[in-house]
């Protein structure tokens, strides 16, 4: 069965900082998701990669995937309070498993 | 225009009772799935459909649910003789058929409530 595991699950910036969120799995697959959901709300697609060495960046979010490793990296660079959210990866082989997910919280 | 409808929102049901959610996509879709979240939880996989015929599902998926498509465009989650634990979100999402290089595209969840 996939397994995949995210760290950190918890993390509490400072306005400014950089910091990295890091997807494990265990098994091959073509397809990584990153996606952020608000409290109470759905999932809400960020990214999609599809290859070894795919880098996708929107805004202040950078995703990149290394196939080889079967890790996923997501960046923030210089937060803000509007990323506060909690982010999860998910890989799909036919039946999408997610992450933990990452709550992240960024203070002023 | 939201890519999935989910009905209802919100279900407060009796234990023991039997619940079905309903998910409208409105593109065709490629795949579909449907996951549960219990509250502030991680997201689990429950079942994927791909060519309408039930293509993987987890642990979690047992003898107490199953999915239907109906009438060809909605696909439901039936979950027999509900039980506290099944208090959760639930989410469908699909994968949309016009291409491969996209994101799956998910509902707004059906908050169930077992009581």
């Known amino acids: 069965e996939l397994k995949v595991e995210q760290n950190p699950l918890f993390l509490s910036m400072q306005e400014g900082k950089n910091y990295t969120i890091y997807c494990n799995y265990s098994?091959?697959?073509?397809?990584l998701y990153w996606y952020r959901q608000d409290p109470g709300k759905s999932l809400e697609s960020l990214f999609v990669l599809l290859s070894n060495g795919a880098v996708k960046q929107e805004g202040r979010l950078m995703a990149s995937l290394d196939t080889k490793a079967r890790l996923s990296t997501l960046h923030i660079t210089a937060a803000v309070h509007d990323l506060s959210a909690t982010y999860f990866c998910a890989v799909d082989n036919n039946d999408m498993r997610f992450g933990a997910g990452t709550r992240l919280t960024v203070k002023p | 225009e939201p890519e999935v409808t989910q009905t209802p929102s919100h279900q407060v049901t009796q234990m023991g009772q039997e619940v079905i959610l309903r998910c409208v996509p409105i593109?065709?879709?490629?795949?579909f799935y449907w996951y549960r979240q219990i509250l502030g939880q991680k997201v689990e996989f429950l079942v994927s459909f791909y060519n309408n015929e039930i293509s993987e599902k987890s642990e979690i998926f047992d003898d107490q649910f199953s999915v239907e498509r109906p009438d060809g465009s909605n696909f439901t989650l039936k979950i027999r003789s509900t039980k506290l634990e099944d208090s959760a979100m639930y989410f469908c999402a699909i994968l949309p058929k016009t291409s491969l290089n996209t994101e799956a595209f998910f509902g707004q969840g059906t908050r169930l409530t077992v009581v």
């Open positions: 098994t091959t697959s073509d397809r």
């Open positions: 593109s065709n879709h490629l795949y």
